[in-house]
């Protein structure tokens, strides 16, 4: 009976699993939305004035753009101005394609009469945002325009979904051309108040159609130029949900101040008596308050709006309150979890977060910080045939860009999952730690597995020979190798030798000290003699945060035989030996540049000191003692110019390294 249960509780818990992975497995369709644009001139009256706007497809405001997360959206802009014009898109990330952002410097403008295609992909966002030009001043004649981006069908939001969803643009305007008006700030003049606020378009009559008892998601942008807003609805309460793509903790408001640029999200629902409600939008913050309405208007309203407008808040500091209370909606719900007190939430926490609660209820369990541990793994039967096809090289790429959040997609790779997904269960033991220092002899071991287009670079490895001698004694399914920094192939470690740890996944058992002792004497009696290890011994988890917090503060001694263009002098020996704390500036070393960020760093050489070479005079033996991370290779020959000052530049002719050894490696204090 009892195993009866336990069965039926798994089978739960599978079934939700299950559920999940297929809801992960979903692809969008189509992700591609094509939007033909032709900018021009042409007469408006906003403000019951007729004056020259801006109009995207002969509308004002402009179009609106509805996408899903992950739409590629294509725009194809005509400028038929008769002066250059920009689009930019506030709110949209443009991850690795900042040229699309439409700002001037990063994008080029759009000539009279030409066109350009802006290509951008929604990238994981959510939310209300808009767009709007961004050169020569053409916001205060319009081109302005909402963007709203919606979550993928499959994929929760917070609250229930709304009965309709209306885009609201508010913002203050001026009856004067925008050329005059730009005209005045190039001339060193500032802009006067404006003459009064649009709500779509409109300095009144703008009118929002409800039913009663229905709830309304309205996305609020301000759209203008200088001047804070406050929005309002008459007898309406409004639940804040999203704030410029991130969901929000739902605090109720009465009113809510929007900046210049902000775009809110509000949830209002038709309870009130069926009749028409002011809709208000009013200055902040200005000497003479500007003030404009709308209409919340009911379908079944028999009596237009009437009473007092409602006023805005009157103080300073409700602005400044308001914008404390706005927090994030995980960060509400979730404010009490220790994972969270960070800045920044993992995906991996997060999701960790929602699954595990329903999982102990399905199973009847708790769970611990145990270091037995399950893991669930999700693919398709399409992607296990593919990883047996691939080559090393492939699958590492993959493996890299699905760990650094790309996932490498084509354009058109998104498609339907027809097939089942594949659930297996892998049942595992914390990792366990052995920490050591080593030695490496030979100038043609490479300190981890080297393999180039299938083709091994050097004779072995110091995490092979090291890790392949202490797996098979901890009956573990693999290994990784950590050490404090690390040296090239051709370069050998000596001295005290580097700390390293190795981390043995699945340990089935933990050897003894005599078994490690064993372990060590059989690596440093080893034939061939390519590394040695000292002090092997079993340890914490906590050790590796402790390395990587004295990897930083170390400093690491060398040897290394060095030739000049012309005979060694006394006095350059006297004048190597001198310096004392020199500080250098080395940017990334030509040689890994096509793996490391180009960037420049200061590093300090704390000593040198120089010994002659008996029998050859352009020679000589340099032992030196440096900050961590110094390239030595680089300071010898200058690296074309890169690493300054260089012994080259100090010596005042051509160096370069010949053999190089690390002789100490001092961790912190040690």
């Known amino acids: 009976m009892k195993n009866t249960k336990i069965a039926a509780k798994c089978k739960i818990a599978y079934a939700f699993v299950i559920g999940l992975s297929l809801l992960i497995a979903t692809a969008a369709e189509d992700p591609y939305i094509f939007y033909e644009w032709h900018v021009t001139y042409g007469t408006i009256s906003p403000m019951g004035v007729q004056q020259q706007g801006i109009l995207i497809n002969k509308m004002f405001p402009g179009p609106e753009i509805r996408s899903v997360t992950n739409d590629n959206l294509i725009i194809n802009v005509f400028n038929e101005l008769d002066e250059p014009f920009l689009i930019s898109w506030a709110g949209i990330q443009n991850r690795k394609n900042s040229f699309q952002d439409g700002v001037c410097g990063t994008t080029c403008p759009i000539p009279p009469g030409k066109n350009y295609t802006y290509a951008l992909q929604v990238k994981d966002q959510i939310g209300s945002f808009y767009y709007f030009p ?18 993928r069908p499959m994929i929760p939001v917070p609250f229930p979904p709304p009965a309709d969803d209306y885009t609201v643009l508010i913002g203050d305007w001026y009856k004067t051309d925008h050329k005059a008006l730009r005209a005045q700030l190039d001339n060193g003049g500032k802009l006067p108040p404006p003459d009064g606020i649009l709500i ?57 101040d929007v900046h210049v640029g902000q775009s809110y999200s509000v ?20 000497p003479t308050v500007l003030t404009t309405t709308g ?16 006023a805005a808040p009157v103080p300073m500091s409700w602005s400044f309150n308001q914008a404390r209370t706005i927090r994030l909606y995980l960060k509400g719900k979730y404010n009490s979890e220790s994972w969270l007190q960070s800045e920044k939430i993992s995906v991996k926490d997060a999701l960790k977060v ?26 398709k039967a399409s992607d296990e ?55 490496k002899y030979s100038r043609n071991v490479s300190q981890t597995r080297w393999i180039i287009d299938d083709e091994r670079m050097g004779e ?13 004694a901890c009956l573990g399914d693999s290994y ?28 089935r058992k933990c050897p003894s000290q005599q078994s490690l002792t064993e372990i060590e004497e059989k690596i440093n009696k080893s034939e061939k003699k390519l590394v040695g290890v000292k002090d092997l011994k079993f340890i914490g988890s906590q050790c590796w945060a402790m390395m990587r917090e004295g990897e930083a503060e170390k400093q690491k001694q060398y040897a290394a035989i060095v030739w000049i263009a012309r005979p060694v002098e006394e006095k350059d020996i006297d004048s190597i030996s001198s310096l004392k704390e020199l500080k250098i500036l080395q940017k990334t070393p030509v040689r890994v540049l096509h793996r490391r960020s180009p960037l420049e760093r200061e590093r300090t050489i704390h000593w040198m000191k120089v010994e002659k070479i008996k029998g050859s005079s352009h020679y000589f033996l340099l032992h030196l003692c440096t900050q961590a991370g110094t390239y030595i290779k680089e300071f010898v020959h200058g690296d074309l110019g890169r690493t300054t000052p260089s012994m080259g530049s100090i010596l005042g002719c051509r160096a370069e390294i010949i053999q190089l050894d690390v002789t100490d490696v001092k961790m912190g204090d040690s």
């Not at 949830?267 to 200005?286: F, H």
């Not at 110091?462 to 797996?471: A, F, M, P, R, Y």
């Not at 950590?482 to 996944?505: K, N, T």
């Open 480 to 507: 990784k190798f950590h050490a404090a920094g690390r040296e090239d192939i051709d370069v050998r470690m000596l001295g005290s030798g580097r700390p390293f740890l190795i981390e043995v996944q699945n340990s």
């Open 354 to 379: 929602l699954v595990l609660d329903p999982l102990k209820v399905s199973l009847g369990a708790k769970s611990d910080s145990s270091s037995f541990q399950i893991r669930l793994t999700y693919s």
């Open 385 to 439: 045939a593919q990883g047996a096809s691939e080559t090393t090289r492939e699958r590492k790429k993959r493996k890299t860009d699905e760990e650094n959040g790309s996932t490498s997609m084509s354009e058109n790779s998104f498609e339907k999952v027809y097939e089942p997904c594949i659930l297996s269960i892998h049942c595992n033991k914390m990792p366990i730690f052995f920490s050591g220092r080593y030695f």
């Open 134 to 151: 961004s050169l020569g001043f053409h916001k205060a004649a319009g081109g302005f325009g909402g963007i709203r981006i919606s979550s």
């Open 267 to 286: 949830l209002i629902t038709a309870n009130q008596p069926s009749k028409d409600y002011y809709i208000v939008v009013s200055s902040r913050l200005t």
């Open 200 to 256: 779509n378009g409109l300095s009144s009559g703008a009118t929002l159609n409800i039913q009663p008892g229905n709830t309304y998601r309205l996305r609020i942008s301000n759209v203008g130029l200088q001047n804070s807003l406050n929005f309002r609805i008459q007898n309406h309460e409004m639940t804040l949900v999203e704030v410029e793509g991130t969901h929000t903790l739902q605090n109720v408001y009465s009113s809510l």
């Open 460 to 472: 072995a490895s110091v995490e092979e020979l090291i890790g392949g001698n202490i797996l098979p």
């Open 295 to 310: 209409v919340l208007h009911y379908s079944n309203s028999a009596e237009p709006v009437s009473g007092p407008i409602p």
